[in-house]
């Protein structure tokens, strides 16, 4: 179902910490939807620690989707969630089942190389190898943030942990814009962004964690997505 598989690809919202929101809270909700047709959520957690000395954000995310239109049917329930130090992601795993088919990736910085396994249903495991010098960034390492001002942009080599592969990504602050979110009204970045793989266009704010994303859209010739944060932490 092409159709959903471009839904889903928002999911990699994990590219960043979760939205940070009054009261202490380190999760947020945020709802997927189609066509306008709410689809599925998205949870995620995240919290800082010390690990050998310095600084570390782990992250988790579950996200569950189940759309059931008039030709087509879609669902997929995922588990996600990673270390990520000052050099950069350090371990990535998620694991998600998507119509009813397994697949699972575990990788892991150690030595200077990112090790990278893949498996699936009924598919014999895959390894890959990364050494730390052939990327500039993951997926969770938030690169546009590296933006210096509204209508710049940034090209890097981002290595993709979802498919296990490196894709050159571009993005480009294309304007700034005032949201609300949590009842707290702030100036987000619009920032697009586009490789082989994925396109798509995402309202970001750094924060002392990371960053904030409130929304984040895309399309293409096979449809669309809009995922939107809501109020959390009830």
């Not at 371990?91 to 030595?111: C, H, I, M, P, T």
């Not at 890959?128 to 390492?141: L, N």
Request: aromatic letters at 8%; a positive charge; glycine letters at 10%.
């Amino acid at each position: 179902m092409n159709y959903f598989k471009l839904t889903l690809l928002v999911l990699l919202l994990s590219a960043s910490s979760a939205f940070a929101v009054p009261g202490g809270s380190n999760e947020i909700r945020m709802v997927v939807s189609s066509h306008g047709f709410k689809v599925g959520e998205v949870v995620s957690r995240y919290s800082r620690g010390d690990e050998g000395g310095e600084g570390l954000i782990q992250y988790s995310s579950h996200t569950r989707i189940n759309a059931n239109f008039l030709l087509a049917s879609y669902t997929l329930e995922s588990d996600e969630e990673a270390r990520i130090g000052p050099e950069g992601t350090r371990s990535y795993k998620k694991s998600w089942q998507e119509n009813g088919l397994r697949q699972q990736v575990d990788a892991r910085l150690d030595g200077g190389v990112l090790s990278c396994v893949a498996t699936g249903s009924g598919n014999a495991a895959r390894s890959f190898s990364f050494p730390r010098e052939s990327y500039d960034f993951t997926i969770m390492d938030c690169p546009e943030l590296r933006i210096p001002r509204e209508g710049e942009g940034l090209t890097v080599r981002l290595l993709d942990l979802e498919s296990c592969e490196v894709v050159t990504r571009s993005y480009r602050w294309v304007r700034s814009e005032r949201l609300t979110v949590n009842g707290v009204t702030q100036l987000f970045r619009v920032v697009e962004f586009h490789d082989r793989n994925k396109t798509g266009t995402r309202w970001i704010l750094p924060d002392s964690v990371g960053v904030k994303i409130a929304r984040q859209d895309g399309k293409s010739g096979k449809g669309s997505y809009s995922v939107r944060a809501v109020d959390a932490a009830r």
